[in-house]
């Protein structure tokens, strides 16, 4: 009898210690995912900004092509509506040729403009001399965009890839959303597609912006 009595207890024991582990780990989970989401709801209502490069597109460094001129007028649509319909108040761009800076001027200018005067630019730099083998036109664009911005950043301390990527996973840190000029469909290997992967890893929002149409993807 006292050993029948002794194998219900360890049973009874085993099966308490399960159901322990178990509400133990869903807990665990469900604190993770509480944190998370308070974590997202505290942020300043921010959106980074992330894209190709110019040799990436069809017009390459020529901009008055009508292409490029689409690309422009689509992201400052996304801007706008990100300010009017989720509260959106600062953006952060990285700094590259391409869409950083275009992304940049067309937040400048939307800054200009009645009722959004409320808009920051945080410029984020990888490291400090990103540009020195730009041509002086970029050079002065970029500098230009820096005197007017709200604050600069800057992530890293020497020029290498992992500069790189720790100024995009900052930038999404900071955001409540990422817009993107991106094809989703070809996965060209390349510090947007690393930054959109990092975005939907962390669970913010990615607006696709397609790169060869200018087709917007919420």
């Not at 006292?2 to 308490?16: G, I, T, V």
């Not at 005197?147 to 999404?172: A, F, L, P």
Request: glycine residues 4%.
């Amino acid at each position: 009898m006292k050993r029948l009595a002794y194998k219900h207890s360890m049973c009874y024991n085993n099966a308490y210690m399960q159901i322990y582990a178990t509400l133990y780990a869903l807990f665990y989970f469900c604190m993770r995912y509480i944190k998370k989401e308070v974590h997202f709801m505290e942020k300043e209502r921010a959106c980074a900004i992330t894209g190709h490069r110019p040799s990436r597109f069809k017009f390459k460094y020529s901009e008055d092509y009508s292409l490029c001129k689409k690309i422009k007028a689509t992201m400052l649509e996304v801007l706008r509506k990100l300010h009017d319909e989720k509260e959106i108040r600062c953006f952060y761009v990285g700094g590259a040729l391409g869409v950083d800076m275009w992304a940049a001027e067309q937040i400048l200018r939307l800054k200009e403009q009645p009722g959004y005067e409320d808009i920051e630019l945080v410029v984020v730099l990888p490291f400090v001399g990103h540009d020195a083998k730009w041509d002086q036109r970029s050079k002065s664009r970029m500098e230009f965009i820096l005197q007017h911005c709200s604050r600069k950043e800057v992530i890293g301390n020497e020029d290498c890839r992992e500069s790189y990527i720790k100024r995009n996973c900052y930038m999404v840190d900071q955001a409540n959303y990422l817009v993107a000029v991106y094809d989703d469909e070809r996965n060209l290997r390349s510090g947007t597609m690393q930054c959109v992967r990092y975005a939907r890893k962390n669970h913010v929002p990615v607006v696709l912006i397609h790169p060869d149409t200018a087709i917007i993807t919420w």
